[in-house]
């Protein structure tokens, strides 16, 4: 079955760190490039933002709001990304998703991160 599924969200504390997976299945997960997308809460519709991107030889891009803050990785032996997450703002709370680049599959139910004192 092809899926992705996100974890390791959390509450933290403003300048708090977490650390998200997302474990892919079904597909040959090294010849993709892979995507961090977030959602942040308040208006229905509020659409998915892309946060950091993977190439498949490895190459990361950040949006600017997380530049030098946040850290994207991949295991090609898992078939897993991550995303290092540092210096938290109230601003990254979102419920975070990963998904692949061509042929983006559905949604996943998303991992939550709430930054929040």
């Known amino acids: 079955q092809v899926r992705l599924v996100e974890s390791g969200g959390g509450l933290v504390q403003p300048g708090g760190s977490l650390r998200l997976s997302c474990a892919a299945s079904g597909f040959t997960f090294r010849t993709y490039t892979m995507m961090w997308y977030r959602q942040a809460p308040g208006n229905v519709g509020n659409a998915r933002r892309l946060?950091?991107?993977?190439?498949?030889?490895?190459?990361?891009g950040y949006a600017d709001s997380v530049k030098g803050r946040f850290t994207v990785s991949r295991d090609v032996a898992t078939n897993a990304i991550y995303l290092e997450m540092n210096s938290l703002k109230p601003e990254d709370t979102a419920v975070y998703y990963c998904n692949r680049y061509p042929s983006p599959l559905s949604w996943g139910q998303g991992t939550q991160v709430t930054v929040s004192s």
């Open positions: 946060v950091a991107t993977i190439t498949n030889d490895n190459r990361p």
